[in-house]
């Protein structure tokens, strides 16, 4: 028996609803439509600094000017901490997470000494100084220990690939700062709300191996994946809240989701106005749908 599908958006407030994270509001939404499944929106407000007061409710309504309603209440994973926490302490109760004292340039320098000195996407590969003990530094983050090659199937992407252990190294679970990382509080979430499927911008899709390593270790199912292509700006550059990316024009839903579905490669639609536009889109969507 296959389970009911759920599926979410789970933007993070940190800016307004632009033209790339619609095409992810757009495809999680129809996706759940086709197969007449449950469509939740979840503010992902844990990383505090890089939030923006104010927009939470702005992409609320960004989404409801386009006829993206959620079919249960939204949440905050800012009041979801205590589900983070249990995860956490299990994880650590069973020795796959372990308490780390070293700071950015103690990590330099380990990796610098051993000739490993590469940074991947600005992150350094943790050399796992303290996997057996904090040697008497005081603990700051918590990370997973990762032994594993991950191998999983994109459902636009296909076949992927990632060692774990040698392309990311033991991450993060919860920050130096406090903070919970943005991999255990996505899995947590995602487990806890019985999502089946995950539909979100290609940006993602290397996070993806870290989350089903986690969800493993945590004894949970593993949803399916599929991973929508990213809009990119005159340079050539994703777009992104943080490059300063326009709001939407909800005056303009229309034209806001034509622009959406071409880039998630739907054939033009010919109806007018939002309601009607969507149920097209869902019919489109389900006969093209993997
Ligand atoms: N909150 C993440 C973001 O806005 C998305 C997380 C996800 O869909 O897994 O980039």
Redesign the pocket.
């Known amino acids: 028996m296959s389970l009911r599908y759920r599926g979410r958006f789970?933007?993070?407030p940190t800016g307004p609803l632009h033209a790339g994270s619609l095409v992810a509001a757009l495809a999680s939404w129809l996706d759940a439509r086709a197969h007449a499944g449950t469509w939740l929106v979840r503010i992902?407000d844990v990383d505090t600094p890089r939030c923006v007061p104010g927009t939470d409710q702005l992409i609320l309504s960004q989404l409801a000017a386009c006829g993206l309603h959620p079919d249960e209440p939204p949440v905050w994973q800012s009041q979801r901490t205590a589900l983070y926490q249990a995860a956490l302490d299990r994880l650590l109760r069973e020795g796959h997470a372990y308490p780390c004292g070293c700071s950015r340039s103690d990590i330099a320098q380990a990796l610098a000494a051993s000739g490993h000195a590469k940074p991947r996407h600005g992150e350094l590969v943790y050399p796992g100084t303290c996997r057996n003990g904090l040697h008497g530094k005081p603990a700051r983050a918590v990370r997973l220990r990762c032994d594993e090659t991950i191998t999983w199937v994109d459902r636009r992407l296909g076949l992927q690939v990632q060692n774990v252990a040698e392309t990311v190294g033991d991450f993060v679970l919860k920050r130096a700062d406090g903070l919970w990382a943005y991999q255990l509080a996505?899995v947590v979430d995602d487990a806890d709300q019985g999502i089946t499927d995950?539909v979100?911008g290609e940006d993602?899709a290397d996070n993806t191996a870290r989350q089903i390593l986690l969800q493993r270790r945590l004894g949970l199912p593993t949803p399916r994946y599929l991973h929508t292509p990213l809009v990119l700006n005159d340079v050539g550059e994703k777009l992104s809240k943080q490059s300063g990316a326009q709001a939407i024009d909800t005056c303009k839903p229309v034209a806001a989701l034509r622009a959406a579905a071409q880039v998630l490669g739907l054939p033009p639609l010919s109806a007018h106005g939002h309601g009607p536009w969507l149920a097209e889109a869902v019919t489109a969507w389900r006969a093209r749908s993997v």
């Open positions: 789970a933007p993070s992902e996505v995950v979100r993602l």
